[in-house]
Nanobody, 124 residues
């Protein structure tokens, strides 16, 4: 019922920035929690950040909190992830996800809809 499409990935050098965007279609997601996950080669999918229906935000680590900013726009039905000071270890496919309940979770199984992913590569 909800489709999520990520964009904004690419190749950047260490210390560079990228802004990922995820557009939801099919219905409004203003009451949903929206999150970002990432998966590097040979690794399991990892929680990055999430934002609740009431703008509460959560990040997986202090490093992510200091470098990344998650935001949402109700009018545009989008969630963004601004990533600064990128490091090679940030290289991964980044996925956006939506949770119907509107409550933040770091567990991928709690999310109901997923995008196809966008590749982020940070060169060393």
């Amino acid at each position: 019922q909800v489709q999520l499409v990520e964009s904004g990935g690419g190749l950047v050098q260490t210390g560079g920035s990228l802004r990922l965007s995820c557009v939801a279609s099919g219905r409004t997601v203003s009451s949903y929690a929206l999150g970002w996950f990432r998966q590097a080669p040979e690794k399991e999918r990892e929680f990055v950040a999430a934002i609740s229906s009431s703008y509460y935000r959560s990040y997986n680590t202090d490093s992510m909190k200091g470098r990344f900013t998650i935001s949402r726009d109700y009018a545009k039905n989008t969630v963004d992830l601004q990533m600064n000071s990128l490091k090679p270890e940030d290289t991964a496919v980044y996925y956006c996800a939506a949770r119907i309940t509107g409550v933040i979770s770091s567990r991928e199984d709690d999310y109901d809809y997923w995008g196809q992913g966008t590749q982020v590569t940070v060169s060393s």
